[in-house]
Every structure is written in C-alpha cells, then in structure tokens.
C-alpha cells in the first residue's frame, strides 16, 4: 500500500514563498502520476496541480504563474511563490500508477492514494 506523507506547510505572508514536498515511505514515485490538492476551510477540495510520471504538468488557472510542480527520484515538490491569502488550506497529494500515463487531470477521483495533508497558512 503505497502511503504519502507530505510536508513543508507553514505559515507565511502574502506574497512569500514556500515549497511543498510529497514523498512516498516505502516506495518509489517513478511510476506515479502526482496530483496536489487543497481543501480551504469551508469549501471543497480543489485539484491545482498535477504531473505525470514523464513530467508533463497541469495546472488549475488559480495557481497557473505562480506555483510550480516539479519531481525527481526522491519526490514530487510544489514550488508556490507569491502566495495568497486565499492559498490558505490544507495541502494534499495524491498519486494514480501509471507509467504510461500522458496526462492526467485535477479531478480527485482520477487517484487512488492520499496523503494526510500539510496545513499552508497565508497571513499577515
């Protein structure tokens, strides 16, 4: 059972930076198209970015500009810069097996493994 853990949520200002990473305990991501989510309070999760296991990203237009979805052998990061105060919410990341997979949307029922979420608070 694959089993993410995400982390580097924190609290920050509007316009800072942070980058979160989404890695896998037991298991290699290679063959794993990754989503990452986010679920403000009150409102419902919301798919803002994905990558497929070759690299090809996706973003949701409300983050498209400013966060930027990368991976190598160890994780899969989302490099958000010029952060909101509406960027405030609960991070997940999500992954679909999938080697041969070309494109992969920001629909939530596309994935099959969540982790338990890193919390990003945008603050003044």
């Known amino acids: 059972q694959l089993q993410l853990v995400e982390s580097g949520g924190d609290l920050v200002r509007p316009g800072g930076s942070l980058r979160l990473s989404c890695a896998a305990s037991?298991?290699?991501?290679?063959?794993?198209?990754i989503g990452w989510f986010r679920q403000a309070p009150g409102k419902e999760r919301e798919g803002i970015s994905s990558?497929?296991?070759?690299?090809h990203p996706n973003y949701a237009d409300s983050v498209k500009g400013r966060f930027t979805i990368a991976r190598d052998k160890n994780a899969v990061y989302l490099q958000m810069n010029s952060l909101k105060v509406e960027d405030t919410g609960v991070y997940y990341c999500?992954?679909?097996?999938?080697?041969?997979?070309?494109?992969?949307?920001?629909?939530?029922?596309?994935?099959?493994?969540w982790g338990q979420g890193t919390q990003v608070t945008v603050s003044s």
């Open positions: 999500a992954a679909r097996f999938g080697p041969s997979i070309v494109r992969i949307t920001l629909h939530s029922y596309e994935y099959d493994y």
């Open positions: 990558i497929t296991s070759h690299g």
């Open positions: 037991e298991f290699s991501l290679d063959d794993y198209a």
